[in-house]
Each structure stands twice: as structure tokens, then as C-alpha cells.
């Protein structure tokens, strides 16, 4: 990318040459854009320059962020990697704080990291890995990516070139949760990093028709949309403390809060409930809650009292949502 101025969704499946989508990416050298132009020529997405190392700021980062999502397209923020001179994690705040945190609001594409050929070594001296050996590039890469998910609930987008990765990297796996943003001139994406076997945005030029580079989306629209915006998930889990006590825990696994969401349970075995929060209601034997909301990353613990019956196996079967689980105490 070099301040010139697609993420492959797990689940879905290759997608045709027409449905894929178009997009750029734009820096402060790309100077003012004419959004709307963008948007008219086809672009579909947007990804703008906001940050690099821990002090440089694009200072038309707001105008071009703004801009693109008033002329109705997806967009989203990068940060150009310096390794050498900080921490990954001291980099990923940086961005965070300045541009590029994941925004709830169906237009805003998680963050990229983008690591490539050091370009300043007439200036730092470093060579194209920026002096840090194979393993250490790996650690700083892997905490970027760690500290940004902690920050935004979200994996940030790994832009990179193949030869760049398997050369300062060792070809590292693990980062296949990370969507892959592949830089390649040409008619193709070519052969891809160890740690992908699909690549989400594809560049296939530092030029293109329109502002700055130019991109292509690995999907479809709605792909593109799921990407921005994905559903709310949750988890739920149950623990048996005593015969007479149990306890259900929901958690918040995705970026977006989890609205009403209704937990249902009956008991088995003579198990009579006689307590439970107050996001819910009993009768004897049958649960009823409603928990309005569980923001990301967080968790709510349902905490039920029993009168059991003496002898046998007792328990409750619950829905939570979608989910189905049975806690049951032996006799």
C-alpha cells in the first residue's frame, strides 16, 4: 500500500468474477477525493491511511473517512507498521485512539495492519523486515493483532505481500483468523501466505481509475456487508454447584451487543425453583427471564436455587435464545 496514495469470510464459498466488489484505498497523498465520483465509477468500499508508527497522523484522515460514508460506501481505516519502533500492542493503541476502532454501524469495516517492505531504510537503515528477526516479527505482528481484538472485539485485516511475508515472517501460520489483504500487481492474486488459504481484499494496483489504489472485495455485497457487520453471537454455559443450586452464564462472543434475548427453563425430577434473579420469573417448577442486553465481551450470570426432592436425579433443561442445555444433579 505505501502511502500511495479483499478478506476472505470464512464460511462463504468462492465467488464469481461478477460479484465481486470494487474498492480503494487513499492516504494524504491521494490529496482531496471526490467521493461521489468514487462511488458512481463502482467502488463499493474504502480504506483510508490513518496512522503509522506511533506519532504520524493522516491529517485528512476525517475528511476522507467522512467523506466516503456519505457517498454511501463501506469504509475503513489502516495502519502503516513501523515494528522497530515500538511494540505491536503501543502501535495498535495508537490506531485505535486515532481512527481506526470498529464502529457498530453497518458501514464501518474492521481495521488492516499493514506490514510490508520497510521504504524508509535510506533513512533508518533497517532492512525490508526493519532489522527484526523472523520470530520477532511474528511476536510483534501476533500482539498488533491481539491487543487490537481487545480493544475492538474485531480481527484486524493483515495487508501484506506474499514474498514480504514468507521472507520476514518464516511464512508464519497461525493468523488465518485475521482476513488476508493480498498486494499483487496483475491479473491475479497469485499463490498466498501459509496462514490463508483465501485471501478477503486483493490489490491489484497502486493506481487505479479512480482515488488512490486499486482494490477487489472476495465476495459478494452482502458478504461485504457481513464483514462490516456481523450478527451477534452468544454462548451459553450451565454448572451444577449442589444439588440445589445452578448457575447459567451468557456470554457476549461477537463485536456487537446482544439485545433481548429470552431464557426459558423447566426442572425434571421434583426439582421445585424457589430463586432467581430478578430479570426473571418462576413458578415451580418453570423459569422465565429476559435480559435486555450483554455488551461485547461481557458476560451474565444467572445464579437459580432449588427445593429438591430427596433422593434420584434432579435438574432443569433451559433455552437460552437459540440454545439448548440440561444441568442434572445425580441422586
Same mark, same amino acid.
Given at each position: =500500500? =505505501?502511502?500511495?496514495?479483499?478478506?476472505? !469470510?470464512?464460511?462463504?464459498?468462492?465467488?464469481?468474477?461478477?460479484?465481486?466488489?470494487?474498492?480503494?484505498?487513499?492516504?494524504?497523498?491521494?490529496? $482531496?477525493?471526490?467521493?461521489?465520483?468514487?462511488?458512481?465509477?463502482?467502488?463499493?468500499?474504502?480504506?483510508?491511511?490513518?496512522?503509522?508508527?506511533?506519532?504520524? +497522523?493522516?491529517?485528512?484522515?476525517?475528511?476522507?473517512?467522512?467523506?466516503?460514508?456519505?457517498?454511501?460506501?463501506?469504509?475503513?481505516?489502516?495502519?502503516?507498521?513501523?515494528?522497530?519502533?515500538?511494540?505491536?500492542?503501543?502501535?495498535?493503541?495508537?490506531?485505535?485512539? @486515532?481512527?481506526?476502532? &470498529?464502529?457498530?454501524?453497518?458501514?464501518?469495516?474492521?481495521?488492516?495492519? $499493514?506490514?510490508?517492505?520497510?521504504?524508509?531504510? @535510506?533513512? @533508518?537503515?533497517?532492512?525490508?523486515?526493519?532489522?527484526?528477526?523472523?520470530?520477532?516479527?511474528?511476536?510483534?505482528?501476533?500482539?498488533?493483532?491481539?491487543?487490537?481484538?481487545?480493544?475492538?472485539?474485531?480481527?484486524?485485516?493483515?495487508?501484506?505481500?506474499?514474498? &514480504?511475508?514468507?521472507?520476514?515472517?518464516?511464512?508464519?501460520?497461525?493468523?488465518? /483468523? @485475521?482476513?488476508?489483504? !493480498?498486494?499483487? &500487481?496483475?491479473?491475479?492474486?497469485?499463490?498466498?501466505?501459509?496462514?490463508?488459504?483465501?485471501?478477503?481484499?486483493?490489490?491489484?494496483?497502486?493506481?487505479?481509475?479512480?482515488?488512490?489504489?486499486?482494490?477487489?472485495?472476495?465476495?459478494? /455485497?452482502?458478504?461485504?456487508?457481513?464483514?462490516?457487520?456481523?450478527?451477534?453471537?452468544?454462548?451459553?454455559?450451565?454448572?451444577?454447584? +449442589?444439588?440445589?443450586?445452578?448457575?447459567?452464564?451468557?456470554?457476549?462472543?461477537?463485536?456487537?451487543?446482544?439485545?433481548?434475548?429470552?431464557?426459558?427453563?423447566?426442572?425434571?425430577?421434583?426439582?421445585?425453583?424457589? /430463586?432467581?434473579?430478578?430479570?426473571?420469573?418462576?413458578?415451580?417448577?418453570?423459569?422465565?427471564?429476559?435480559?435486555?442486553?450483554?455488551?461485547?465481551?461481557?458476560? !451474565?450470570?444467572?445464579?437459580?436455587?432449588?427445593?429438591?426432592?430427596?433422593?434420584?436425579?434432579?435438574?432443569?433443561?433451559?433455552?437460552?435464545?437459540?440454545?439448548?442445555?440440561?444441568?442434572?444433579?445425580?441422586?
Amino acid at each position: =500500500m =505505501m502511502l500511495a496514495g479483499v478478506l476472505g !469470510v470464512a464460511t462463504a464459498a468462492p465467488a464469481q468474477a461478477a460479484t465481486k466488489v470494487l474498492g480503494v484505498d487513499v492516504s494524504n497523498w491521494t490529496g $482531496d477525493v471526490d467521493w461521489d465520483s468514487v462511488a458512481d465509477g463502482g467502488a463499493g468500499f474504502a480504506y483510508v491511511h490513518a496512522t503509522e508508527g506511533l506519532d504520524y +497522523r493522516n491529517p485528512r484522515f476525517a475528511d476522507q473517512f467522512g467523506g466516503a460514508k456519505e457517498a454511501g460506501i463501506f469504509r475503513g481505516a489502516y495502519h502503516f507498521a513501523q515494528p522497530h519502533e515500538s511494540s505491536g500492542a503501543a502501535q495498535a493503541d495508537f490506531f485505535v485512539r @486515532n481512527g481506526g476502532r &470498529w464502529i457498530a454501524d453497518s458501514k464501518t469495516l474492521p481495521g488492516v495492519l $499493514d506490514v510490508e517492505d520497510n521504504p524508509y531504510n @535510506n533513512r @533508518n537503515g533497517l532492512n525490508h523486515c526493519y532489522g527484526l528477526g523472523q520470530d520477532e516479527m511474528v511476536k510483534w505482528i501476533s500482539d498488533f493483532a491481539k491487543r487490537y481484538r481487545a480493544r475492538t472485539h474485531r480481527d484486524v485485516v493483515i495487508y501484506t505481500t506474499t514474498a &514480504w511475508w514468507r521472507s520476514c515472517t518464516g511464512d508464519a501460520k497461525g493468523f488465518g /483468523k @485475521n482476513p488476508l489483504w !493480498v498486494a499483487r &500487481w496483475g491479473t491475479s492474486a497469485g499463490p498466498l501466505p501459509a496462514s490463508w488459504k483465501r485471501h478477503t481484499f486483493w490489490q491489484s494496483a497502486e493506481k487505479g481509475n479512480h482515488a488512490g489504489g486499486e482494490d477487489r472485495f472476495n465476495g459478494s /455485497k452482502a458478504q461485504l456487508q457481513r464483514l462490516a457487520f456481523p450478527p451477534a453471537t452468544y454462548w451459553a454455559t450451565g454448572l451444577v454447584v +449442589r444439588r440445589n443450586a445452578y448457575t447459567v452464564t451468557i456470554s457476549n462472543t461477537g463485536p456487537r451487543t446482544v439485545g433481548k434475548l429470552s431464557v426459558y427453563g423447566k426442572t425434571f425430577g421434583g426439582n421445585k425453583l424457589v /430463586k432467581a434473579p430478578r430479570a426473571c420469573k418462576i413458578t415451580s417448577t418453570v423459569l422465565r427471564c429476559t435480559l435486555t442486553s450483554i455488551a461485547p465481551g461481557k458476560s !451474565v450470570k444467572l445464579t437459580l436455587a432449588t427445593k429438591p426432592k430427596a433422593t434420584g436425579p434432579v435438574g432443569i433443561n433451559l433455552k437460552v435464545g437459540s440454545l439448548k442445555l440440561t444441568l442434572r444433579a445425580s441422586g
